[in-house]
C-alpha cells in the first residue's frame, strides 16, 4: 500500500491506468493523470468519472509525446511516476506500426528524460507478455527469450530496453512489469473478453480467430494493480522486468464457455482463420513477482468473469468503452 506520496499516472484514463488511479486514490495518495484522451476507442471520459469528484486527484490533458509538458507536469514535486500510457493493440500495430512505435517508443524515452531531470525516486513503466513472442517453453519465466512477432511486441521490447539503458547509464530507478491480458470492468473494447461478451450479451455469435485451442494467461485488474502498486513499494526492481499474470491458463474455447455460463446464454462460437501477430500461447511464471514484489493474484477467472459481466449488465451504453467507428 502507498500512503501519502504524490504520483504522476500517464494513461490513467485508460483501462488499468483508471483503475490504478482510483486505487491510489482511495490510499490517501496525491495522484495527477497525464492523458491524451486519444480517439483508438472511447469513452475515456466515463473511466474518470469517479476520478474527477476525488479532491487528491488532478486530470492533465496532455501528450506523452510533448516532452516539455510533462516535464512541467512531473515538476518538482512528483515522487512516483507509473508509465501506463501506450499505444495498445497488436491488430493495430499491423496495420499502422510507425504510431505504434512513436508512441511506445518515443513516447518512453520522453518520459525517461522527463524523470531524469525530476526529483522522482522511481518510474514503473507498463510492459507486456508480447515482448516474449512464440513460447519455447510453458510457463514463460523473465529469462524466457524475447522474440516478439508484432509491431506492437516489437516497440514494448525497445521501451523495454530503453528502460534499462536509462537505468544503467543515469542510474534512473525504473522497471517493467510484463502484463498478461489483463481484463475487468472498463475492459478496452478491442480486447477478447470485452468482444465476446458484448456479441453474447446480444444473443450474437461470437468469432474465434483460429480454432479456439490457443491459450491464455487471464488477469483480472485489481490484480494487475495490486502488482504494479507493490512494485512502487519493492526494493532491488531497478532495471528488472516481472511478469504480472494470473498463472494460469484457459483456451479461448474454455474462456467462451465460462463467459456462456457468466451469462447465461446458449449461443455457439463461429471460427474464423488465425490473426497475423498473434501468439498462441501465454502463460505466467509469477515466482519472481511473487518473491521480489510481493504479488499475490487472487482472482479466479470465474469470480473475474462474472464481475465483468456484471458490471457490463450495469452500465448505459454511453458509460461503456466503444471502439472508434
Ligand atoms: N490491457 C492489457 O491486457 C495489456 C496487456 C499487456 C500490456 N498492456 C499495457 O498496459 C498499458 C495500459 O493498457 P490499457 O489496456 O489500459 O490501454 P488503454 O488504451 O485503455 O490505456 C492507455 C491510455 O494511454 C493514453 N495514451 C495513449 N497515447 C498517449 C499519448 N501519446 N500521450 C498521453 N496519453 C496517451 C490513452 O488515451 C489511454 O487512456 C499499456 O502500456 C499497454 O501496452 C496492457
Known amino acids: 500500500m502507498l500512503e501519502e506520496r504524490r504520483i504522476l499516472i500517464t494513461g490513467g484514463a485508460g483501462f488499468i491506468g483508471s483503475h490504478l488511479a482510483e486505487a491510489l486514490v482511495e490510499q490517501n495518495n496525491s495522484v495527477k493523470i497525464y492523458d491524451n484522451f486519444n480517439s483508438y476507442y472511447f469513452n475515456k471520459e466515463a473511466n474518470i468519472n469517479r476520478l474527477k469528484e476525488a479532491k487528491n486527484c488532478t486530470i492533465i490533458k496532455g501528450d506523452i509525446l510533448d516532452l516539455d509538458n ?7 514535486d512528483i515522487e512516483l511516476v507509473f508509465h501506463i500510457a501506450a499505444q495498445p493493440g497488436v491488430r493495430f500495430s499491423v496495420k499502422t506500426p510507425l504510431k505504434t512505435n512513436e508512441i511506445n517508443v518515443t513516447g518512453t524515452i520522453n518520459m525517461l528524460v522527463a524523470v531524469q531531470n525530476s526529483n522522482a525516486e522511481k518510474l514503473i513503466n507498463a510492459s507486456s507478455s508480447s515482448v516474449y513472442g512464440p513460447p519455447k517453453y510453458l510457463p514463460i519465466d ?34 517493467s512489469l510484463r502484463f ?26 461470437p468469432t474465434i480467430f483460429g480454432d479456439g485451442n490457443q491459450t491464455r494467461d ?13 512494485s512502487a513499494e519493492a526494493k532491488d526492481t531497478a532495471g528488472e522486468a516481472f511478469n504480472l499474470g494470473k498463472g494460469e491458463r484457459y483456451s479461448v474455447n474454455d474462456l467462451i464457455s465460462l463467459l456462456i455460463k457468466a451469462t447465461g446464454s ?22 519472481k513477482a511473487k518473491k521480489v514484489l510481493g504479488y499475490n493474484p487472487q482472482t479466479s477467472i470465474e469470480e473475474g468473469l462474472q464481475k465483468f459481466v456484471k458490471w457490463y449488465k450495469s452500465m448505459s451504453p454511453d458509460q461503456i468503452p466503444k471502439a472508434s467507428p
Open 180 to 205: 498478461f491480458t489483463v481484463y475487468g470492468p472498463r475492459q478496452r473494447p478491442d480486447m477478447a473478453i470485452h468482444i465476446f461478451t458484448q456479441k453474447i450479451l446480444r444473443n450474437e455469435p
Open 266 to 287: 446458449s449461443v455457439k462460437p463461429i471460427f474464423t482463420k488465425k490473426m497475423k501477430g498473434d501468439v498462441s500461447h501465454t502463460w505466467a511464471d509469477v515466482t
Open 218 to 230: 487471464f488477469t483480472f485488474v485489481d490484480d494487475t494493480v495490486s502488482g504494479i502498486i507493490a
Open 142 to 175: 523473465e529469462k524466457h527469450p524475447t522474440d516478439p512477432i508484432s509491431p506492437y511486441g516489437a516497440s514494448k521490447l525497445a521501451a523495454e530496453k530503453y528502460c534499462k539503458a536509462f537505468y544503467r547509464v543515469y542510474g534512473i530507478d525504473v522497471c
Open 70 to 76: 510533462l516535464k512541467k507536469s512531473i515538476g518538482e
